[in-house]
């Protein structure tokens, strides 16, 4: 089993650019949430999909922030125009969401630096 | 507001030591509480909690819920320098679906 899977691994990019973090996850699995990780604020829930459907957006921070989830097997978080306050480790995880008592399997993490 | 506070925020142990850590949360409808290590990558799954006084083993690792006292502790006993990480607790609500509202952690650092 492969995981979940996200790319790239390090991003680095300038303020104002726009950036696409990817995430596949693994297979089976129906739910999908973007989680955000800084020093200050610690993991903080972004978005989750259950069925490729955006069930709860409430964490995305601004407008600048968008999810999608195409296809079960795929999905995108965008920020444009990035900011140097979005740097921070943005991880994708996956569950069967089939209860409320399921283990969420974690990526890898992007780690996003703006400068 | 749901709320989720871990105490320590950090410890520095030797090689030998147990460690207790602590988690407290306040949230409405709490379904599971769960425990995940972060090394230098992404959290791994340790434990998940449902019901009240129940331990929960692994090696030397436990942990058990209380939902009167809305809290878990994470016990590890014989700490190595392996276990040096943050150690992550994460409640799940009814009202979150599945989503996990993570505390900010304890870092545990075991030295030799």
């Known amino acids: 089993d492969a995981g979940v899977i996200q790319s790239p691994r390090h991003e680095v990019t300038e303020m104002g650019q726009e950036v696409t973090l990817r995430c596949k996850p693994i297979?089976?699995?129906?739910?999908l949430f973007w989680y955000r990780q800084t020093m200050m604020r610690g993991l903080e829930l972004l978005i989750y999909?259950?069925?490729?459907?955006?069930?709860?957006d409430s964490g995305m921070p601004e407008d600048r922030f968008s999810a999608k989830m195409p296809n079960a097997s795929f999905s995108t978080l965008k920020i444009q125009p990035s900011e140097p306050r979005d740097s921070a480790v943005y991880f994708c995880?996956?569950?069967?969401?089939?209860?409320?008592?399921?283990?969420?399997?974690f990526g890898p993490g992007t780690r996003l630096t703006v400068l | 507001e749901d709320k989720v506070v871990q105490s320590p925020l950090s410890l520095v142990v030797h090689e030998g030591d147990t460690v207790t850590l602590n988690c407290s949360y306040e949230?409405?409808?709490?379904?599971?509480l769960l425990w995940y290590k972060q090394e230098k990558k992404a959290p791994t799954f340790l434990f998940m909690l449902?019901?009240?006084?129940i331990e929960k083993k692994s090696g030397r690792l436990s942990s058990i819920l209380d939902k009167k006292e809305l809290s878990s502790i994470l016990n590890i006993t014989a700490t190595q320098t392996g276990d040096s990480a943050i150690y992550l607790c994460?409640?799940?609500?009814?009202?979150?679906?599945?989503?996990?509202?993570f505390g900010k952690g304890t870092s545990l650092l075991v030295t030799p």
């Open positions: 995880a996956s569950s069967r969401g089939t209860g409320s008592y399921n283990e969420q399997f």
């Open positions: 297979s089976g699995h129906n739910s």
């Open positions: 999909f259950n069925n490729n459907v955006p069930i709860d």
């Open positions: 949230v409405t409808n709490f379904r599971s």
């Open positions: 449902t019901s009240s006084g």
């Open positions: 994460a409640v799940v609500a009814s009202n979150s679906g599945y989503a996990l509202n």
